[in-house]
């Protein structure tokens, strides 16, 4: 597949509702983005969000994860039949490998749900809300070998009320992702 005009084809890995990568796809879709996704990957044949790649065309695939190595490695054909030179994770839920970090050799973004150095890993809201934490937030980092531990690309915060829950301050929190993730791939992108 040829790069169009400049942009950088992007790869975006899901595992389940696909709320990140619909936002992602509105972007790509503007004049000006930066990117275009090329492929939607899924580890999970029933995620919701492989219909969002559907409705707007977009090549998507799901490929079952029996294991790390055999799903790497057919991930990592994909990625170079399909040019990507960037990868979106949204809402993935497998652990890549350095292995596949180093052999991809292309960056790798992801999107967490806390303030990170905070709350690496699952079940961050509710770590935040038992702490009494004044704030919470997202952040967008570059993928390491080291969990949620990468170079940080952009990060916003939301004030945790008192009323809230772990689903209320997942739906604000949810909010600023959409909004962060393309502002980061633009930060990252425009100096490129
Ligand atoms: C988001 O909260 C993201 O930060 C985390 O997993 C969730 C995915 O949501 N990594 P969605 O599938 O993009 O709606």
Redesign the pocket.
């Known amino acids: 597949m040829e790069k169009l005009s400049g942009k950088k084809n992007t790869a975006v890995l ?10 992602l796809i509105k972007y790509s879709k503007t004049k000006k983005a930066l990117i275009t996704i090329v492929l939607v990957v899924s580890d999970n044949t029933i ?3 492989l219909n969002y790649a559907n409705k707007s065309n977009i090549n998507n695939i799901f490929i079952k994860y029996s294991n790390r190595k055999s799903f790497e490695d057919r991930l990592l054909k994909l990625l170079k039949r399909s040019n990507v030179d960037l990868i979106c ?5 497998k652990i890549l490998s350095s292995r596949f970090i180093k052999k991809f050799n292309r960056t790798i973004l ?4 806390s303030l990170l150095p905070k709350y690496k890993g699952l079940n ?1 809201h509710d770590r935040a809300i038992q702490n009494k934490d004044k704030y919470s937030g ?1 952040t967008v980092h570059i993928v390491t070998d080291k969990l949620d531990s990468g170079k940080i690309i952009l990060q916003k915060k939301v004030k945790i009320l008192k009323s809230d829950t772990v689903k209320s301050l ?1 739906k604000k ?2 909010k600023i ?1 959409h909004k962060i993730y393309t502002k980061a791939i633009i930060k990252l992108l425009a100096s490129d």
């Open positions: 899901i595992s389940g509702r696909g709320s990140n990568l619909k936002s995620a919701k969000g994770l949204a809402g993935f839920m992801n999107i967490h749900p961050t997202a997942e929190i949810l992702e």
